[in-house]
Each structure stands twice: as structure tokens, then as C-alpha cells.
């Protein structure tokens, strides 16, 4: 092959592929340290890294959450790369946000709280609308996500982390992207190895919570981490008053998601509570399609405008 020719050839491939190989975006501000925290025994630094759309009035911020082994400044994250350029187009900030690496819950939703009360409490400083912030979580995050959408009143699951004990964590619009909801619809070994995580019991541990509570066996020794975790179960705290929330999934998903997402839109249907729910028949895990991460970021732009249509366009 001729010089001229490779050459012709590597500017077709670059046009081709230019999309695949540009670099990711840069963060406006990088590395917001929220709080410094302590996961079983190491020193961790809660980070973000914020992108501001152009000047103006103060902007409405969506806050990602990666799934469980990506981090806030992941280069490899797919998702919110795709995310950026169309909500930082509609004036949307958006801030990539992190948890604690050893996956114990509540201390992960904590984690993500802080994240919430700390851009609340410095939105002056990052010309946000404090009254005007969303969240979009994929898998772990999504998980983390939906108690987010459901629990912005809750005392109990509120925490210290990070401070700012005067900012409330109620959002205005949650997206919530492949999700676990209840660890107890997943299989038992799923859920089992699920329970390692969130509490930290071994093998035989977590199979007895499993067991305990498939047999409803409430004077078991292993009952009190069934508790645990229905305490971070987000079915258990959707209500008439929740916010906006729009949950999205894949009906391929290996992981059992499209029960899990059903499950929680049930509750909002019980509850009379706003939701959506979109789902595409052949989509993956955190790969739900185009069409729909469009509906979705336009779903989010439009509940996060400062005057959002009725969420009941009936008026009833």
C-alpha cells in the first residue's frame, strides 16, 4: 500500500471511528472534595468532578453514580460520557460522584447523601439551583439511586457524612438504570453473595439470612440482618409524596433487573406515586438502547426546568 493511500485510509478510519476515539470530556472543576471518611480501616476521600454548562443563571446539577468497580472519574464509563454533551447542552450540570469501595450499605447511601448536602450548601459557590437537582445511577448506583428517590425525609437513613446537617437530601428527578430493588428477588446464591457485600458475613452467614427469611422465620439468630437489610430495601419507603422518578432497564439483563425494576414501579403504582418506567425488550445491563437514554435525559431536563409541567397533566 502507498504512503498516499494508508493516508487516505487512516482519515477514513478516524472519521469513522472519531466518535469512539475522541478523548472523554473534562471535568470543569475536578477532584471536589466532599468528605473524607473511613472504609473498614482505610482512609478514603469522597470526590467529584463537576461539569458547568456556559455561564448564566444559576443551573440546574445532576449528580452520576457508577455501578460498583467504576469510580467518579472513570475514563472507561460509557454511560455518562454519553450523558454530558446533551444535559450540559440543556444548561444541566452534571457532577460524577463516589462511594466507598467496600459496597457496606447503609454507609453507602450515606456516602452519596453528603454528595447532595455539600452542592446544596455550596451552590453559590458553583452557580446551582439548590431547588433544582436530579440524580441518573447505573447498576450499583442505580441501586443507590433508587433508595435516593425514596428516602430524602428519612431521618434514620440520612447520616453525617460530610456534614451540611441542615441541607435536606430530597431530589426533584431520580433516573434509576438497571437496578437490584429487593436483594430478596434475586436467587439465593445471588442474593447471598449480595448480603457479603452490604453487611460483611461470610458465605454460610449470608445463606442463613437468605434462609431465614424465605421461611419467614423470625426467632432465627440471622433474622436482625434481615432487617438490616430491609432497611435498605427502597420498596419499603416509596409513598404518595415521593419524587418524580423514572426507572429504565434491559429485558437481557443477567442480574434479574427487570423483576427488581417492575417490583419498584408497583410500588409507585400503589402509592399513586410518579414514575416511569422504560424498558427495552433486547437491552443489556446499563445498555438499555439510544432511544430511550434520549427519553430519558429529555424526561430529566424536563423535571428539572424551573417551572416542570404538572406531573399529572390532567390536573385530577
Not at 254 to 260: E, G
Request: net charge neutral; glycine share 8%.
Amino acid at each position: 500500500m502507498t504512503i498516499i493511500a494508508r493516508f487516505v485510509l487512516t482519515a477514513f478510519l478516524v472519521a469513522v471511528t472519531g466518535a469512539a476515539l475522541a478523548a472523554p470530556a473534562a471535568p470543569s472543576i475536578s477532584d471536589i472534595e466532599v468528605a473524607k471518611i473511613n472504609d473498614l480501616g482505610a482512609d478514603f476521600a469522597l470526590k467529584a468532578n463537576l461539569y458547568l454548562p456556559a455561564g448564566g443563571a444559576p443551573t440546574a446539577l445532576v449528580l452520576y453514580i457508577h455501578g460498583k468497580g467504576g469510580a467518579y472519574n472513570d475514563p472507561r464509563d460509557a454511560v455518562v460520557q454519553r450523558l454530558l454533551g446533551p444535559l450540559l447542552k440543556r444548561g444541566i450540570a452534571v457532577a460524577r460522584i463516589d462511594y466507598r469501595r467496600s459496597g457496606r450499605m447503609p454507609d453507602m447511601l450515606f456516602d452519596t447523601k453528603a454528595y447532595i448536602r455539600f452542592f446544596r450548601a455550596h451552590a453559590a459557590t458553583y452557580n446551582i439551583d439548590p431547588g433544582r437537582i436530579g440524580i441518573w445511577g447505573v447498576s450499583r448506583g442505580g441501586n443507590l439511586a433508587a433508595l435516593l428517590a425514596v428516602t430524602g425525609d428519612n431521618k434514620v437513613l440520612e447520616g453525617a457524612v460530610g456534614g451540611n446537617s441542615d441541607q435536606p437530601s430530597r431530589l426533584q428527578a431520580s433516573v434509576i438504570e438497571s437496578p437490584l430493588t429487593d436483594l430478596f428477588l434475586s436467587t439465593d446464591d445471588k442474593a447471598a453473595a449480595m448480603f457479603g457485600d452490604y453487611l460483611g458475613t461470610d458465605p454460610t452467614a449470608s445463606a442463613a439470612i437468605v434462609a431465614a427469611y424465605r421461611k419467614h422465620d423470625v426467632a432465627s439468630p440471622s433474622w436482625k440482618d434481615v432487617e438490616r437489610i430491609q432497611q435498605v430495601n427502597p420498596l419499603n419507603y416509596v409513598n404518595k409524596d415521593s419524587p418524580p422518578a423514572l426507572i429504565i432497564c434491559g429485558g437481557l439483563d443477567p442480574s434479574n433487573i427487570v423483576v427488581n425494576c417492575t417490583a419498584f414501579f408497583d410500588k409507585y403504582i400503589q402509592a399513586g406515586a410518579p414514575a416511569n418506567y422504560y424498558a427495552l425488550s433486547t437491552g443489556t445491563h446499563v445498555r438499555v438502547g439510544s432511544d430511550i437514554e434520549a427519553a430519558s435525559i429529555d424526561w430529566l431536563a424536563e423535571r428539572l426546568a424551573k417551572t416542570p409541567p404538572p406531573i399529572f397533566p390532567d390536573n385530577r
